[in-house]
């Protein structure tokens, strides 16, 4: 039994792997089809002279050539097969979904609970992450159904006050990392929901009236098409989010919800170019202004990092020795990054991320760095108590060339 025992944290890590492999493959599959019929439906060449048809396009791809028709109604005879795009959408929410559980959930205590921001249970922080991802779904949706929906604008400015509204309250009440990807956790359920919800079985009434000879419901038709558009500018900042939980100078960051926020609008205004691109309108100010914002974020965050290096470098007359470094990545670190880890709860190192040995040291410096000096995001919560002058003792080291022969031999 004990044998068992200790060999789930290594099936753990295992699930996690095939899980995220699975969830980036139908997420491509789900992206890659709706980018496809988005540029599809743009290219046809509507100028064509048959009577049932709307538009053509001809396309070269993996050794064939391919004639697409769009017809104007539904088809005169129904084919035995009609292919509809769905499972790419549920198996990608399903398999996200099982990714909140094993990294998230399974470690509520260190991954979503921050005791210095908010000393909730695990059980209460695995209930408000799923009251969070069911109400969203419920809050866009009766947006969508009420007046607001008649303004695009409106809608928008309203929709992503909210969104930023929501992704502040989440950095107050979790953990940097997990309040990020609850956000994207969040878009990406209304956009699966969408799929759900609202476009499938739209496109179902469309392919029943047709069969049975009836006009469809037009008004179905018209949301069909609106939920389509949101996900289509909610997908770019989305796999923004998903990708952001490797790099801390973005969640790991004082005003992380505000970065969310300016790279979310980025992220939307590159999809706008392309879609208006799509239409034959050429707004080319567009990429420049998100090149612009994006620059002033990169410098935004990075320039205060300079300025301690430069800082520390003048300032500090007193070299630090390694055994002093060796030492607070031995009690604050080392506690869970090990190969027997010593902290209650974990039974592997996490990622594999070990530190035991001076090289062990020494060959992460620089994700050391990130992780708790450029960003506070470890040890996950402060768990283990390190304080800030432990962590500009380290800093200092780095700046002053990160030496071990100070050493005591
Ligand atoms: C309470 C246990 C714990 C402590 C203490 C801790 N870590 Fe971690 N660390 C984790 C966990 C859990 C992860 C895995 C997070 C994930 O799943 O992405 C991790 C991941 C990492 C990673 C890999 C990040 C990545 O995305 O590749 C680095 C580097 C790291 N920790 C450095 C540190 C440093 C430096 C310290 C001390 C200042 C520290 N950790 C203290 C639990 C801990």
Redesign the pocket.
Known sequence: MDFFISLTPYIIDWLDLITRWIHIIVGIAWIGTSFYFNWLDSRLDRNIKKDDVEGELWSVHSGGFYNINKLKGPPKEFPKELHWFKWEAYATWISGFVLLII?YYF?AE??MIDKNINNISPFLAIFISIFFLISSWFLYDFLCKSKLIDNSFLFTIICFVITVIIAFALTNIYGARAAYIHVGAGLGTIMAANVFRVIIPSQKEMVNAAINNKQPDLKKGISAKQRSIHNNYITLPVLFIMIS??YPFTYGHKYNWAILAIISIIGALVRHYFNLRNKRQHKKWILPIAALGMISVMLYTSIPKVITKNYNETNSFEEVSFSEIENI?KY??G???AYNPT?EG?DAA??G?V?ETKEDIIN?ID??KS??IDSDV???GN??G?TENERKQISIWIDQGSKINNLPE
């Open positions: 990294v470690n260190s991954l939980s490797h990545i604050r670190c506690v869970c990054h902290f974990f996490p990622l991320v530190f992460n994700q050391i992780q708790s470890m040890p996950p768990l283990t390190m």
